[in-house]
């Protein structure tokens, strides 16, 4: 890779804070967080040090690919102000020690999975690992718009493997959870690429707003918004929550549509009036911890 | 006398090992209580 040469070499041994922020942890907490509702909505629980380890597994399997994505995308990172600060474009860390550090990381999170809940629950893991480090980052992310479609699933298992972790099974609730995430994936992203843009253009990365245009994005948003609803919806009609859920399933996802069909209205192109976009970013983050909260809750007051 | 480019070197590598070996022992914590936990509760 020539274009490495634009990064500038660590002359000192990497601060431990360094490492810690190549998994990043921001992304980290609603993965744990998902992985958590997961286990917490199955309908048997592992005892307390096991359902731990499980979302601790899920949670270094997370950074791992939160390194290892670092360190594939340095020269990227390096060309855009939202991520130059990072360890390895701001020169603060080595490449060598980013890819030991993650690949490490990664294998560690499994091996314990495996060892401490079941090794279908490790399976998943080093599928969900390898899924967003091989197809997404490697594969798609720089080749086409649909990067965030397909490479979404790699962020939709924390909840099937925390329900894997507690039963040993997949079962149907779990596969839902599974598609709420990759559903919602779309227009979260989306919803920030339209208003960081420029950014990604300059970075040569083809996200959806760089190669089809804003207007066409915003459709996109608003269609992909309609299946996430549905699949949100879907788990009480088919018996597999109570009310609780279904009530607030609805309401969460109506308040998401009602955003969506702002920024489908909005016609600005400049990223400063965006502000309906900000807005559904936002919402989309709180949308996915309500939404699974109520999933939790329902399923104990049943 | 060391330079203070030496110094800080010194300093990143003390306080790597030092939460490498407060990870290192908080794993050895977590082997023990899932040791307990699947071979008592045979999970």
């Known amino acids: 890779m020539p274009a490495m040469e634009m990064i500038p070499t660590a002359a000192l041994p990497a601060d431990w804070r360094d490492f810690l922020a190549l998994t990043k942890p921001r992304v980290m907490s609603l993965v744990v967080f998902s992985g958590l509702c997961g286990l917490l909505a199955a309908p048997e629980l592992p005892p307390f040090v096991l359902g731990f380890t499980a979302i601790l597994c899920i949670a270094l399997g997370a950074g791992a690919c939160g390194a290892l994505n670092q360190w594939y995308e340095a020269e990227l990172d390096a060309k855009m102000r939202r991520t130059a600060k990072r360890p390895l474009p701001a020169g603060r860390m080595n490449r060598q020690s980013a890819l030991h550090f993650g690949v490490g990381l990664g294998v560690f999170s499994v091996v314990l999975m495996g060892l401490a809940a079941n090794w279908l629950a490790a399976i998943l893991l080093a599928a969900s690992i390898l899924f967003y480090v091989l197809i997404y980052t490697v594969w798609l992310k720089p080749r086409t718009a649909q990067n965030i479609v397909i490479g979404g699933a790699a962020g939709a298992f924390p909840p099937l493997i925390g329900w894997v972790a507690a039963t040993g099974r997949i079962e149907l609730l779990p596969v839902l959870l599974f598609a709420i995430i990759f559903l919602w994936t779309p227009p979260h992203f989306w919803a920030l690429s339209l208003f960081v843009r420029s950014d990604y253009a300059a970075a040569g990365i083809p996200m959806l707003p760089v190669v089809a245009g804003v207007e066409n994005t915003r459709k996109q948003i608003f269609l992909y918004t309609l299946p996430m609803a549905a699949a949100a919806v879907a788990p009480w009609p088919l018996g597999l929550t109570g009310v609780a859920y279904g009530i607030s399933a609805g309401v969460l996802s109506f308040a998401f549509l009602v955003l969506a069909g702002r920024v489908l209205a909005n016609r600005t192109t400049d990223p400063r009036e965006m502000g309906a976009e900000k807005h559904l970013f936002a919402y989309s983050v709180f949308y996915l911890f309500a939404l699974f909260t109520a999933l939790v809750v329902d399923r104990w007051i049943a | ?43």
């Open chain 2, 1 to 43: 006398m060391p330079s203070p480019e030496d110094e800080l070197i010194r300093k990143r590598q003390r306080e790597g090992a030092r939460v490498l070996a407060l990870l290192l022992g908080a794993f050895v914590i977590l082997l023990f209580f899932i040791t307990i936990a699947k071979t008592s509760l045979n999970w």
